[in-house]
């Protein structure tokens, strides 16, 4: 078993800590929060051993969990790369593209692994059907959320549309040529609201919308591709995937036929892939120390969560053009 110990005893970390406590693969040697009074209370509630001290911490572990605000991404996965640390780091990977490519250098030159928190990778409508979109020509998503303070600290970008984008690049296999987008401030003093649109070099667009202050909560993406489209539900955890085909010569009854202009005839049927229960902060950890176990490449490596920031902030950056 791999020890692991945890920075940042937020709400987010500490699932992270129960969910390490629980895996078979991981040992959970501790965890660290500047905040004393929130450690010690999370250290007393739940029996994790706490560590004053960050450097204690990571010297006695194998694998560091980053699940710290964004801003101190960086300083924490440098401290624990340099002392030839696996890491494991919440998205936005860091807060800066220079900062997390000083991280990619460190990964080479201590040969360790680093892997971002990308969930949505993990989630199980994705899963079922990632292997089905090939080649999408045009893209839409909605990620929707009411109001949460917790967040708030950054713009809806890196909050919320960083987990559409790098989905997007994860199944889009051609580099951006354009980004054109808005962002509006409404509660937060970053914008809250924002929506972009992503040209691909091979002709594929996307067009993603984000927003922290809507009345309810949507987490749709939708797929469009030759003869197919897949719609993904990640909140409510369910797909749709509609194919075409070429029409039979004879068809049935309650075969779906459409005939475009040029008089060909194509078939519309329905696939139902099935999706598998998991618990994806779970799966997306335990599948790190799978890479580090049997030194292969992490699911979401360190490059592709750069990726994901760069396009981030390039939408960001649209934003006054």
């Given at each position: 078993m791999l020890k692991v110990g945890v920075l940042g005893a937020g709400h987010l970390g500490k699932i992270h800590l129960r969910l390490l406590n629980q895996s078979e693969k991981y040992e959970l040697i501790g965890f660290h929060d500047p905040d004393e009074i929130n450690a010690k209370k999370v250290s007393?509630?739940?029996?994790?051993?706490?560590?004053?001290n960050i450097n204690n911490l990571i010297d006695a572990v194998d694998v560091v969990d980053i699940v710290t605000p964004t801003l101190s991404h960086f300083d924490c996965a440098k401290k624990a790369m340099q002392q030839k640390r696996h890491?494991?780091?919440?998205?936005p990977v860091t807060n800066t593209t220079e900062e997390a490519e000083e991280l990619l250098q460190l990964e080479r030159?201590?040969?360790?692994?680093?892997?971002?928190?990308?969930?949505?990778?993990f989630n199980p409508a994705f899963l079922?059907?990632?292997?089905?979109?090939?080649n999408p020509m045009f893209i839409e998503t909605h990620r929707l959320a009411e109001f949460n303070p917790r967040g708030t600290d950054v713009p809806v970008v890196?909050?919320?549309m960083i987990h559409d984008i790098d989905v997007i690049l994860s199944v889009v296999k051609s580099e951006v040529k354009k980004i054109d987008a808005s962002g509006v401030s409404v509660i937060s003093k970053s914008?809250?609201?924002a929506n972009a649109r992503i040209q691909f070099e091979n002709g594929c667009v996307?067009?993603?919308?984000?927003?922290?202050?809507s009345l309810k909560n949507m987490r749709k993406s939708r797929f469009f591709q030759r003869d197919a489209y897949i719609s993904v539900d990640f909140l409510e955890?369910?797909?749709?995937?509609?194919k075409m085909k070429d029409a039979p010569e004879n068809p049935g009854d309650f075969d779906m036929i459409l005939q475009n202009a040029e008089g060909e005839k194509k078939q519309i049927y329905f696939e139902n892939p099935e999706i598998i229960s998991n618990n994806a902060i779970l799966d997306e950890l335990e599948t790190f120390a799978d890479a580090i176990n049997n030194n292969t490449e992490p699911m979401v490596t360190l490059k592709q969560g750069t990726a994901a920031l760069q396009v981030a902030l390039r939408v960001i950056e649209a934003f006054g053009k």
């Amino acid at each position: 078993m791999l020890k692991v110990g945890v920075l940042g005893a937020g709400h987010l970390g500490k699932i992270h800590l129960r969910l390490l406590n629980q895996s078979e693969k991981y040992e959970l040697i501790g965890f660290h929060d500047p905040d004393e009074i929130n450690a010690k209370k999370v250290s007393d509630e739940f029996g994790y051993t706490y560590f004053d001290n960050i450097n204690n911490l990571i010297d006695a572990v194998d694998v560091v969990d980053i699940v710290t605000p964004t801003l101190s991404h960086f300083d924490c996965a440098k401290k624990a790369m340099q002392q030839k640390r696996h890491v494991f780091i919440e998205k936005p990977v860091t807060n800066t593209t220079e900062e997390a490519e000083e991280l990619l250098q460190l990964e080479r030159n201590h040969s360790v692994k680093g892997q971002v928190g990308h969930v949505e990778r993990f989630n199980p409508a994705f899963l079922a059907v990632k292997d089905t979109i090939e080649n999408p020509m045009f893209i839409e998503t909605h990620r929707l959320a009411e109001f949460n303070p917790r967040g708030t600290d950054v713009p809806v970008v890196l909050d919320l549309m960083i987990h559409d984008i790098d989905v997007i690049l994860s199944v889009v296999k051609s580099e951006v040529k354009k980004i054109d987008a808005s962002g509006v401030s409404v509660i937060s003093k970053s914008p809250d609201i924002a929506n972009a649109r992503i040209q691909f070099e091979n002709g594929c667009v996307a067009n993603l919308t984000a927003s922290r202050i809507s009345l309810k909560n949507m987490r749709k993406s939708r797929f469009f591709q030759r003869d197919a489209y897949i719609s993904v539900d990640f909140l409510e955890k369910k797909v749709e995937v509609v194919k075409m085909k070429d029409a039979p010569e004879n068809p049935g009854d309650f075969d779906m036929i459409l005939q475009n202009a040029e008089g060909e005839k194509k078939q519309i049927y329905f696939e139902n892939p099935e999706i598998i229960s998991n618990n994806a902060i779970l799966d997306e950890l335990e599948t790190f120390a799978d890479a580090i176990n049997n030194n292969t490449e992490p699911m979401v490596t360190l490059k592709q969560g750069t990726a994901a920031l760069q396009v981030a902030l390039r939408v960001i950056e649209a934003f006054g053009k």
